[in-house]
């Protein structure tokens, strides 16, 4: 079966260890995820109008910037730039 080694595939790909017993549970996921995309592809939306789009109704603030040229010169060490500890 094809899924069943594109499962196995998956999972070694992103290091889940998936019990061979618990394989055909994860085959079948997949049919449907698989069906749901084909049916989703058969939905018509040439009759969409482009006015029916939801738009954002939250305001975009505008990229300023804060820091003066003194600033980033009292950055700049060597040629690497001191940032804060994160962790």
């Known amino acids: 079966m094809k899924l069943k080694d594109d499962v196995i595939e998956i999972s070694s790909f992103s290091n889940i260890k998936i019990p061979s017993n618990e394989i055909g549970i994860f085959v079948k996921e997949f ?5 749901y995309m084909d ?5 018509k939306v040439s009759k969409i109008k482009k006015d029916s789009i939801i738009k954002h109704h939250t305001p975009l603030r505008l990229d300023t910037s804060s ?3 003194n600033e ?3 950055l700049i060490e060597r040629v690497y730039y001191k ?4 962790i």
Request: charge should be positive.
């Open 31 to 35: 049919v449907n995820i698989l069906a």
């Open 39 to 43: 049916k989703i592809g058969t939905v």
């Open 72 to 74: 980033c010169s009292n």
């Open 83 to 86: 940032v804060p500890k994160v």
């Open 67 to 69: 820091t003066s040229s």
